[in-house]
């Protein structure tokens, strides 16, 4: 059997198959975790920009700055200093030394930093007021922690905000204590609140992309278009995956594979289906629809709010970040166009043709429909 006959068989309906791996995508999205939305530590694209306005007296060698997006912050010690981070009663809650890095296994601040808004409860164990018990949980000098100093815990924006959203506003100012062998010292912050973009180019960009997926469904020859367009969105969606990853303070690696399980599996069935498309199978239209409904969900309208808002947790340019997003979004919506009028437009061409040979072959290897002759009983 050749590709042509092969296609034409596919024209038929799709695949049970690939109803099967629709429904298993659309599984895996309402099941994603957060980790496989592009969020880091719990923190995606927000309005609120926590900054760093200096080290009281400063230290040579010892730096502490906001990484994430504020979601979390680095203390880097360099040459032979002692620094003991205090936690939110003035316990030892960290400490850096030339031998490591370690951490009082007794402060409340060890248990509170595991979750975002502070909601894990304490063990029976801890205590601020006893003599630290120390771990070890480093041998660099340097270690990266989540502090509630730094970052809004509320679940609702700051009331100023709520009163005069498209208004810059400080929120608060932030202090982390420190003591550099044996001598206090005090890292300070602002926590400040900057409005956003409007989306409305962005919008409007995503819609016409869509519109030009959707019309490369009409072309003579729609299979290597599409091809092509599928391409460009998992290429699209690799790239912003990996400025999310490399906006991690550590374990990059490790969070560009954790955070995009569903992802991998779309951009494998969207490459299967490219090449599948520039063969001329028609298979290759259904895979290419479910790649690109998974990707522009997971990895488009997950991260709708870059668009609109004023930071986000990605490395490099936010142009790029707002441009690869409505990319991932418009030529996703538009596949899942493009197959439902190549579909119709096939379906037209085996109603015009029946009798006349059988059906005829899919979008990248087919023909314009012939024009109908009138029956000989209708001549004139």
């Not at 164990?125 to 990266?144: C, F, L, M, N, Q």
Request: proline share 7%; hydrophobic share 45%.
């Amino acid at each position: 059997m050749n590709v042509t006959d092969q296609s034409a068989r596919l024209w038929h309906g799709p695949p049970r198959a690939l109803l099967v791996l629709g429904a298993l995508a659309c599984w895996l999205i309402i099941g994603a975790s957060p980790a496989s939305a592009h969020s880091v530590s719990g923190g995606g694209s927000t309005n609120l920009h926590t900054t760093l306005t200096g080290m009281n007296p400063a230290v040579d060698g010892v730096t502490l700055a906001p990484v994430e997006n504020g979601s979390r912050v680095r203390l880097t010690v360099g040459g032979n200093h002692t620094v003991i981070v205090r936690g939110y009663s003035g316990e030892s809650y960290l400490r850096i030394d030339p031998t490591g890095v370690w951490r009082n296994a007794l402060s409340s601040a060890t248990y509170l930093n595991a979750s975002r808004y502070g909601s894990s409860s304490l063990p029976a164990g801890s205590d601020d007021t006893a003599p630290p018990r120390w771990e070890k949980i480093g041998d660099s000098g340097a270690t990266v922690w989540h502090d509630h100093r730094t970052h809004w815990m509320g679940t609702q924006d700051p009331p100023v905000v709520l009163a005069a959203p498209n208004r810059f506003h400080e929120i608060y100012t932030w202090m982390i204590p420190l003591t550099v062998d044996g001598r206090a010292v005090s890292v300070t912050g602002a926590l400040d609140w900057v409005p956003g973009p409007s989306p409305a180019p962005w919008v409007v960009l995503a819609i016409a992309l869509a519109a030009g997926v959707v019309a490369l469904g009409l072309l003579r020859r729609a299979g290597r278009a599409l091809a092509a367009a599928v391409t460009t969105i998992v290429a699209a969606d690799v790239t912003h995956s990996v400025l999310i990853a490399f906006s991690r303070a550590d374990s990059r690696l490790s969070g560009f594979l954790l955070g995009n399980t569903v992802e991998m599996v779309a951009w494998t069935l969207g490459l299967v289906a490219a090449v599948l498309l520039v063969r001329g199978s028609t298979t290759g239209v259904y895979l290419a629809a479910t790649a690109g409904f998974v990707i522009a969900m997971v990895g488009g309208f997950a991260d709708i709010g870059l668009l609109y808002r004023s930071g986000a947790p990605v490395a490099g340019s936010l142009v790029l970040a707002r441009t690869l997003t409505t990319v991932t979004i418009g030529i996703g919506v538009g596949l899942l166009g493009a197959v439902t009028v190549v579909t119709r437009r096939h379906g037209w061409r085996e109603r015009t043709t029946s009798g006349e040979g059988g059906p005829q072959p899919g979008p990248d290897v087919g023909t314009e429909p012939p024009t109908m002759r009138p029956r000989p009983d209708m001549a004139g």
